[in-house]
């Protein structure tokens, strides 16, 4: 005997898309909520001039300072860091609020844990990595076949 056709549930578009469209919107705006909230948060800490510099802060401090051993092997002291934090200072002091202004903008998507997670695989800060660590990233960026790390490698080793 044939199936009945009217005992078949209905399949419509409506049904099929609601559920998971429903749900597909509400991650997004989640998602969003979280991004504005944690930008918001990190913004505040990032504008904070360090006190030992005209134009660095406290968040380009500490990962220049992380940064310097991986891209030098041989700068791996406080007072190599002091030399190099001192003279990149005084290198950007002259420069254009839209150079500062890019220069930060890249210090503060790398240093930012979601990105960072993304961009270098790794959950640490920039700070609890190790040389070897560090090197290890940069040699990835270097060597990446995305322009956009390759991009970072050379701004990066170029400030450096």
Known sequence: MP?????????????????????TLAGSVLLGLGGAGMWLLGSRESEELHASYRVLRKRDVVFFTALLPGCIPQATSAMHAKKFLDSMDSMLSPASDAMLSQI?????????????????????????????????ILAGWRSSQRVTLNRFYATLTGLV
């Open 104 to 136: 930060r903008k890249l210090v503060d998507l790398l240093s930012g844990p979601g990105t960072r997670q993304a961009l270098t695989g790794q959950l640490s800060n920039w700070y609890e990595l190790q040389p070897a660590q560090v090197e290890a």
């Open 3 to 23: 199936p009945d056709l009217d005992s078949q549930p209905v399949l419509s578009r409506r049904a099929l898309l609601g559920g998971p469209l429903r749900l």
